[in-house]
């Protein structure tokens, strides 16, 4: 908690912080999520292998941008 906002509204900290709101945030992860699943589990005409590379290695989290 940042003690000058303490006060403040939820509308009026996250604008002044530039926060988007949990809405905005939930919407956004859907958007992003949802695309990306269904092109993992092959419901999608692009394929996760044309943008990603799984690679079995201890210094990666697994996955690599093309």
Do not use: H
């Not at 900290?13 to 949802?34: C, F, M, P, Q, S």
Request: charged content about 30%; some cysteine; overall charge negative.
């Amino acid at each position: 908690m940042v003690p000058e906002l303490k006060d403040m509204e939820y509308e009026c900290t996250l604008r002044k912080l530039g926060l988007w709101t949990l809405e905005e945030r939930r919407n956004r992860a859907d958007l992003i999520e949802v695309p990306v699943f269904k092109m993992y589990t092959w419901f999608s005409i692009l394929k996760f292998d044309s943008l990603f590379e799984v690679i079995n290695s201890s210094q990666s989290r697994g996955i690599v941008l093309n």
